[in-house]
């Protein structure tokens, strides 16, 4: 059956950075397009990212553009995201996402002081 679980979650400053990574089995991951969700306290999941099966096409909520970047290695059949220059708003739990419908249960990331 298709699993998704994410890692890399964690604290961190203001200004700092982490990395999320997203292990995928299941399925054949290099067929799929991957996406990356976030939901903060008391907010509606939101969109954060996708990129398509090859890796060569990314798009971005206005957000993150220019601080996230997304990736994927598919001899690991892993989805990463890199996250830059992190603000307090970033805090949320961040999900990966397969088409169909299929979610991760998500990592905490705490942007504070």
């Known amino acids: 059956q298709v699993q998704l679980v994410e890692s890399g979650g964690g604290l961190v400053q203001p200004g700092g950075s982490l990395r999320l990574s997203c292990a995928a089995s299941?399925?054949?991951?290099?067929?799929?397009?991957m996406s990356w969700y976030r939901q903060a306290p008391g907010k509606e999941r939101e969109y954060v990212a996708s990129?398509?099966?090859?890796?060569?096409?990314?798009t971005y909520a206005d957000s993150v553009r220019g601080r996230f970047t997304i990736s994927r290695d598919n001899g690991k059949n892993t989805l990463y995201l890199q996250m830059n220059s992190l603000k307090p708003e970033d805090t949320a739990v961040y999900y990966c996402?397969?088409?169909?419908?299929?979610w991760g249960k998500g990592t905490l990331v705490t942007v504070s002081l």
């Open positions: 990129i398509n099966s090859a890796g060569n096409s990314r």
């Open positions: 299941g399925f054949t991951f290099s067929s799929y397009a």
């Open positions: 996402r397969r088409d169909m419908n299929y």
